[in-house]
């Protein structure tokens, strides 16, 4: 099978980029880094996808991912998908830079109970055709992690009718731990190219160190499907990623 490139910015701080780095590679991609002071649209060129994954903290007493979204690499991934050349996805951390840099419509502010939440949660899988859900089947329930204390989704009853009427609400929460409007935990750009999850979805990607499962502690692997999903999207030659030993 090929190794498709799939890009992964590495934010200073970013706690969650190496665990991003592994869970590409188990699904039978090639994680390519990048940096965030990143100029030059030659340096994304050859990729298909990029991930902006979570777990940074800098510049969060000023709103988090407000001081990511604006470091040089947000506008040359921001040129090139609207030049329809890439697809951009945005974990945890990174789906709140992607709404920060108005690549995704709403924000995010402290959960509903506040504080800092790390749980296990169940999500819906709304709509199973987006590069981050192909390899999940249609209302299928996944186990993932979800952690931080800004997880809070909001938007205007404008952009929540265009996001449902559109079929842009990609993942939904069965029970929203941080208070999210309309339980809404992912979303899709109408184009598709841009893509936000608040789940962290890297760690449930190996049996032992994944989420509570019915078998065991740490059994959950249900993050495997999304980064299959991402190597599907990034040119897997036979359409499947695997998720290696």
């Known amino acids: 099978m090929s190794e498709p490139k799939v890009g992964v910015v590495m934010f200073d701080a970013a706690t969650d980029a190496a665990s991003v780095l592994r869970a590409v590679e188990l699904a039978g991609g090639q994680p390519v880094k ?143 731990t941080s208070g999210s409007v309309r339980a809404i935990a992912g979303i899709s750009s109408d184009d598709g190219l841009v893509l936000g999850l608040m789940a962290s979805p890297e760690y449930a990607i190996e049996e032992g160190f994944g989420t509570d499962h019915p078998d065991g502690p740490g059994l959950g692997v249900d993050g495997q499907g999304l980064f299959i999903s991402v190597v599907r999207a990034a040119g897997a030659t036979n359409d499947e990623g695997v998720i290696g030993e």
């Not at 298909?48 to 040359?76: C, E, N």
């Not at 920060?100 to 199973?128: R, T």
């Not at 249609?138 to 559109?166: C, H």
Request: hydrophobic share 45%; charged share 20%; net charge negative.
């Open 34 to 176: 990048l940096h965030p002071k990143t100029t030059t649209a030659p340096d994304v060129a050859d990729l298909k996808v990029v991930i902006l994954p979570g777990g940074f903290s800098y510049g969060d007493y000023l709103r988090p991912g407000a001081l990511a979204a604006t470091q040089p690499i947000m506008r040359v991934l921001a040129d090139a998908v609207k030049a329809k050349e890439l697809t951009v996805i945005g974990l945890g951390n990174g789906f709140q830079v992607l709404t920060e840099a108005g690549m995704l419509p709403g924000g995010f502010i402290a959960n509903a109970d506040p504080g800092y939440h790390h749980a296990d949660v169940e999500f819906i899988v709304e709509n199973n055709v987006s590069a981050i859900t192909n390899a999940y089947q249609a209302a299928e329930v996944i186990r993932l992690p979800q952690k931080g204390a800004f997880g809070q989704y909001t938007a205007t009853e404008d952009e929540l009718d265009a996001l449902e009427s559109a079929g842009n609400v990609i993942v939904r929460a069965k029970d929203s």
